[in-house]
C-alpha cells in the first residue's frame, strides 16, 4: 500500500471540500463555537468572582471538555459525508476507482481527509482555549490553571481521535445507502448525536458546582474505551464493506 | 501478412445484478492496435462490459484479460494499462478544480514520473485545443471541451488500452466529429487499442475496424465491421438503369417472388430482394433474357443501421 496515493487522495478532497461553502464556513463557524464557549464562560467565572472563580475553573473545565470534542469532530462527517457521497454525487467516482488506486489506499485517503482537518481543529480548540484561559487569569493576577484541565485533555486526546475514526467509518457505511450529500449530512449529524452520548457522561457526575474529580477520570475513561470499541467495530465493518463492487452498484 | 495479436481476451463474462443478467457469457477478443465497437440499445449491456474490463466491478462467472493481466487476478495492474472515458464522460470531471488540476490529479494517482506530468498535460491539451483554458474551472467549460478534457485524462499515462463509453454521446455533431477524428489520430500516432461503446451506428462503422452486437446482455454478432454489412444483409436495394423499357422492368422484377418492394425513379427502377447474395444474378437474368438492356446494377451499400436492426430484430447470433 502506497501512502503517499492516500495522502493524495486526501488533500484532493479537503481541496474540494473546502470549496463547498457549507462545509468552508461550516469548519469556520464551527471551530470557533468551542473555543468562544470555552473563554466567554472562563471569563464570566473569573472577572464574576476571581477567588470563587478560579475554584470551580477545574470542575467547569471537567464540563466544557467534551462538549469543546464534540464540536471539533462534528466536521469530520461533513468532509466525509462530501468525501464519499459526494464523489458519487459528482459522477467522480468511477474515473477515480478507475485508477490504480487500491480500495485500502482509497479507504485510508477517505479516512485521512475528515482525520487530518478534525484533528487540526480539535487540536487548535485546546490550544486557542489553553492560551486564552492564560491571558484571563493572568488579566487578574491568578495562578494558571489548565482548562480543559489533565482529565479533559485525556479526554479529548484519546476519544477524541478515536471518534473521528468512528464516524469516517459509519459514514462510509452508510455512503452505500444514501445517494445525495445532504442525505449524508443530515444522517451524520444523528450519528455525531449517539456519539455526543459517550462524551457527556463525566458531566454528570456534577453537583453543588464541583465535579468529583476521581467520578471524572474514571467516566472519562470509559468513555474512551466506549469510543475505542465503536471505532475498531465500525471501522473493521467499514473495511469489509468498501471495495469497488459495492461502490459502483450502490 | 501481419498477425495483430489480442490485446483484450473476453471469455464466458457474465455479471448478474439481483434476478438482471446485464453480461450474459459473452465472448470475443479486440486486436492489439485496432479500435474496437461494441453497439446495441440502451441497457444491452454495454457500459457493465466497460466496467468489467476496467475492474470497477467483478464478474460473476467467465474473466477477461487485458494485454495479459487478468481483471480478477490482477486488478491493479489492468488499471494501470488502461484509460476510461466513463458514460457521460464530460460530467465525471471535478468541476471546481481547473482543468490543469483534474489532470495532475489523475496524472499522480497513475503513476506518471512526477518530472514528465507538466510536461504530458501540456502536450495533450495543446493536442485537444484546450492549453489556453487550462486554469479555467472544469465545471466553466462547454459540453464538448469538457469531453475532450476526459478523453486527455484518459489518455494521460499512455494506457494500452482506452476503454469509450458512448465517446461522442451528448456533443453536438461538430465537437463528436473532433472527438471522433482524436481518437483516430491517437489511434494513428501510438498504435493504442480502443474499445468503445456506442449505440450511434454511423460512428461505429467511420471508426472500428471490428464490431461487436450485443443485446440484453448477449452477443448477438461479432467481426470485422466491413465484413458484417456485406455478410448480414437478409434482404438489399439494387439500383436498376434501363434504357427504354422501364415499365416491363418494373413489371419482370415484380413478378419474381424474391423481390419485396419495388420504386421507380426516372430511368432507374429500386428493387429490395430477399437472399440478395443467391438473387441478385438470377434478377439480372430475368432482366436480360426478356430484352432489357440494363445500363447499370448497382449494389445499394448496406449501412450498419441495415445490419443492427436485422441483427435485433432476430435477437440471436448467426
Same mark, same amino acid.
Given at each position: 500500500?502506497?501512502?503517499?496515493?492516500?495522502?493524495?487522495?486526501?488533500?484532493?478532497?479537503?481541496?474540494?471540500?473546502?470549496?463547498?461553502?457549507?462545509?468552508?464556513?461550516?469548519?469556520?463557524?464551527?471551530?470557533?463555537?468551542?473555543?468562544?464557549?470555552?473563554?466567554?464562560?472562563?471569563?464570566?467565572?473569573?472577572?464574576?468572582?476571581?477567588?470563587?472563580?478560579?475554584?470551580?475553573?477545574?470542575?467547569?473545565?471537567?464540563?466544557?471538555?467534551?462538549?469543546?470534542?464534540?464540536?471539533?469532530?462534528?466536521?469530520?462527517?461533513?468532509?466525509?459525508?462530501?468525501?464519499?457521497?459526494?464523489?458519487?454525487?459528482?459522477?467522480?467516482?468511477?474515473?477515480?476507482?478507475?485508477? $490504480?488506486?487500491?480500495?485500502?489506499? *482509497?479507504?485510508? /485517503?477517505?479516512? !485521512?481527509?475528515?482525520? &487530518?482537518? %478534525?484533528?487540526?481543529? #480539535?487540536?487548535?480548540?485546546?490550544?486557542?482555549?489553553?492560551?486564552?484561559?492564560?491571558?484571563?487569569?493572568?488579566?487578574?493576577?491568578?495562578?494558571?490553571?489548565?482548562?480543559?484541565?489533565? $482529565?479533559?485533555?485525556?479526554?479529548? *486526546?484519546?476519544? /477524541?481521535?478515536? !471518534?473521528?475514526?468512528? &464516524?469516517? %467509518?459509519?459514514?462510509? #457505511?452508510?455512503?452505500?445507502?444514501?445517494?445525495?450529500?445532504?442525505?449524508?449530512?443530515?444522517?451524520?449529524?444523528?450519528?455525531?448525536?449517539?456519539?455526543?452520548?459517550?462524551?457527556?457522561? $463525566?458531566?454528570?457526575?456534577?453537583?453543588?458546582?464541583?465535579?468529583?474529580?476521581?467520578?471524572?477520570?474514571?467516566?472519562?475513561?470509559?468513555?474512551?474505551?466506549?469510543?475505542?470499541?465503536?471505532?475498531?467495530?465500525?471501522?473493521?465493518?467499514?473495511?469489509?464493506?468498501?471495495?469497488?463492487?459495492?461502490?459502483?452498484?450502490? | 501478412?501481419?498477425?495483430?495479436?489480442?490485446?483484450?481476451?473476453?471469455?464466458?463474462?457474465?455479471?448478474?445484478?439481483?434476478?438482471?443478467?446485464?453480461?450474459?457469457?459473452?465472448?470475443?477478443?479486440?486486436?492489439?492496435?485496432?479500435?474496437?465497437?461494441?453497439?446495441?440499445?440502451?441497457?444491452?449491456?454495454?457500459?457493465?462490459?466497460?466496467?468489467?474490463?476496467?475492474?470497477?466491478?467483478?464478474?460473476?462467472?467467465?474473466?477477461?484479460?487485458?494485454?495479459?493481466?487478468?481483471?480478477?487476478?490482477?486488478?491493479?495492474?489492468?488499471?494501470?494499462?488502461?484509460?476510461?472515458?466513463?458514460?457521460?464522460?464530460?460530467?465525471?470531471?471535478?468541476?471546481?478544480?481547473?482543468?490543469?488540476?483534474?489532470?495532475?490529479?489523475?496524472?499522480?494517482?497513475?503513476?506518471?514520473?512526477?518530472?514528465?506530468?507538466?510536461?504530458?498535460?501540456?502536450?495533450?491539451?495543446?493536442?485537444?485545443?484546450?492549453?489556453?483554458?487550462?486554469?479555467?474551472?472544469?465545471?466553466?467549460?462547454?459540453?464538448?471541451?469538457?469531453?475532450?478534457?476526459?478523453?486527455?485524462?484518459?489518455?494521460?499515462?499512455?494506457?494500452?488500452?482506452?476503454?469509450?463509453?458512448?465517446?461522442?454521446?451528448?456533443?453536438?455533431?461538430?465537437?463528436?466529429?473532433?472527438?471522433?477524428?482524436?481518437?483516430?489520430?491517437?489511434?494513428?500516432?501510438?498504435?493504442?487499442?480502443?474499445?468503445?461503446?456506442?449505440?450511434?451506428?454511423?460512428?461505429?462503422?467511420?471508426?472500428?475496424?471490428?464490431?461487436?452486437?450485443?443485446?440484453?446482455?448477449?452477443?448477438?454478432?461479432?467481426?470485422?465491421?466491413?465484413?458484417?454489412?456485406?455478410?448480414?444483409?437478409?434482404?438489399?436495394?439494387?439500383?436498376?438503369?434501363?434504357?427504354?423499357?422501364?415499365?416491363?422492368?418494373?413489371?419482370?422484377?415484380?413478378?419474381?417472388?424474391?423481390?419485396?418492394?419495388?420504386?421507380?425513379?426516372?430511368?432507374?427502377?429500386?428493387?429490395?430482394?430477399?437472399?440478395?447474395?443467391?438473387?441478385?444474378?438470377?434478377?439480372?437474368?430475368?432482366?436480360?433474357?426478356?430484352?432489357?438492356?440494363?445500363?447499370?446494377?448497382?449494389?445499394?451499400?448496406?449501412?450498419?443501421?441495415?445490419?443492427?436492426?436485422?441483427?435485433?430484430?432476430?435477437?440471436?447470433?448467426?
Amino acid at each position: 500500500m502506497a501512502l503517499y496515493k492516500s495522502i493524495l487522495v486526501a488533500k484532493a478532497d479537503l481541496k474540494m471540500a473546502m470549496k463547498v461553502k457549507m462545509v468552508r464556513y461550516g469548519l469556520i463557524g464551527i471551530g470557533a463555537l468551542g473555543p468562544i464557549t470555552m473563554l466567554v464562560t472562563v471569563a464570566l467565572m473569573v472577572y464574576g468572582d476571581p477567588v470563587i472563580g478560579v475554584l470551580i475553573l477545574p470542575s467547569i473545565s471537567a464540563i466544557l471538555a467534551p462538549m469543546l470534542g464534540m464540536i471539533a469532530i462534528i466536521p469530520a462527517s461533513m468532509i466525509a459525508a462530501n468525501a464519499l457521497v459526494g464523489e458519487k454525487e459528482m459522477n467522480t467516482l468511477e474515473p477515480l476507482l478507475s485508477t $490504480p488506486l487500491t480500495d485500502r489506499e *482509497l479507504l485510508i /485517503g477517505k479516512l !485521512l481527509s475528515s482525520f &487530518i482537518p %478534525s484533528m487540526a481543529l #480539535l487540536l487548535g480548540s485546546i490550544l486557542v482555549s489553553e492560551i486564552g484561559t492564560f491571558i484571563i487569569l493572568r488579566s487578574v493576577g491568578a495562578e494558571f490553571i489548565l482548562v480543559p484541565g489533565i $482529565p479533559g485533555l485525556f479526554l479529548l *486526546l484519546t476519544a /477524541g481521535p478515536t !471518534l473521528i475514526v468512528a &464516524i469516517v %467509518s459509519i459514514m462510509i #457505511l452508510i455512503s452505500g445507502r444514501v445517494k445525495r450529500v445532504y442525505e449524508a449530512y443530515q444522517t451524520s449529524g444523528a450519528v455525531v448525536m449517539v456519539f455526543i452520548l459517550p462524551m457527556m457522561i $463525566p458531566t454528570m457526575t456534577m453537583g453543588a458546582g464541583t465535579v468529583d474529580m476521581n467520578s471524572v477520570w474514571m467516566w472519562n475513561i470509559i468513555t474512551f474505551l466506549i469510543t475505542l470499541v465503536i471505532a475498531a467495530s465500525t471501522w473493521a465493518l467499514a473495511v469489509r464493506k468498501f471495495n469497488r463492487d459495492t461502490m459502483i452498484s450502490m | 501478412m501481419v498477425i495483430k495479436l489480442d490485446e483484450v481476451v473476453i471469455s464466458g463474462l457474465t455479471k448478474k445484478f439481483d434476478d438482471l443478467t446485464a453480461v450474459d457469457h459473452i465472448e470475443f477478443n479486440v486486436a492489439k492496435g485496432s479500435i474496437y465497437g461494441l453497439l446495441g440499445p440502451n441497457g444491452a449491456g454495454k457500459s457493465t462490459t466497460i466496467r468489467l474490463l476496467c475492474t470497477l466491478l467483478r464478474p460473476d462467472e467467465g474473466t477477461a484479460t487485458v494485454s495479459g493481466f487478468d481483471i480478477i487476478e490482477s486488478p491493479v495492474q489492468v488499471r494501470e494499462i488502461t484509460g476510461v472515458l466513463p458514460e457521460e464522460g464530460n460530467h465525471t470531471l471535478y468541476q471546481t478544480l481547473s482543468g490543469y488540476d483534474n489532470l495532475e490529479y489523475f496524472a499522480r494517482l497513475y503513476d506518471v514520473p512526477e518530472d514528465e506530468i507538466p510536461g504530458r498535460i501540456e502536450e495533450l491539451l495543446t493536442f485537444m485545443d484546450l492549453w489556453e483554458r487550462k486554469d479555467d474551472p472544469a465545471g466553466e467549460l462547454s459540453t464538448g471541451n469538457r469531453q475532450r478534457l476526459a478523453l486527455c485524462r484518459a489518455l494521460l499515462h499512455k494506457p494500452k488500452v482506452l476503454l469509450l463509453d458512448e465517446p461522442t454521446a451528448a456533443l453536438d455533431p461538430v465537437a463528436a466529429k473532433r472527438v471522433r477524428k482524436l481518437i483516430l489520430s491517437f489511434s494513428e500516432k501510438y498504435g493504442q487499442t480502443f474499445f468503445i461503446n456506442s449505440h450511434n451506428l454511423s460512428e461505429v462503422q467511420r471508426m472500428c475496424d471490428k464490431i461487436a452486437i450485443i443485446d440484453e446482455g448477449k452477443i448477438l454478432l461479432s467481426g470485422d465491421t466491413q465484413e458484417l454489412r456485406t455478410r448480414f444483409k437478409t434482404s438489399q436495394d439494387f439500383r436498376i438503369r434501363v434504357v427504354d423499357d422501364l415499365e416491363k422492368a418494373g413489371s419482370i422484377a415484380e413478378s419474381l417472388d424474391f423481390v419485396t418492394s419495388l420504386k421507380k425513379e426516372a430511368d432507374t427502377i429500386v428493387v429490395t430482394i430477399e437472399d440478395p447474395f443467391t438473387n441478385n444474378s438470377m434478377l439480372m437474368q430475368s432482366l436480360l433474357s426478356q430484352g432489357i438492356k440494363i445500363v447499370e446494377f448497382a449494389e445499394e451499400e448496406a449501412t450498419l443501421e441495415d445490419l443492427y436492426l436485422d441483427v435485433i430484430k432476430e435477437g440471436g447470433a448467426k
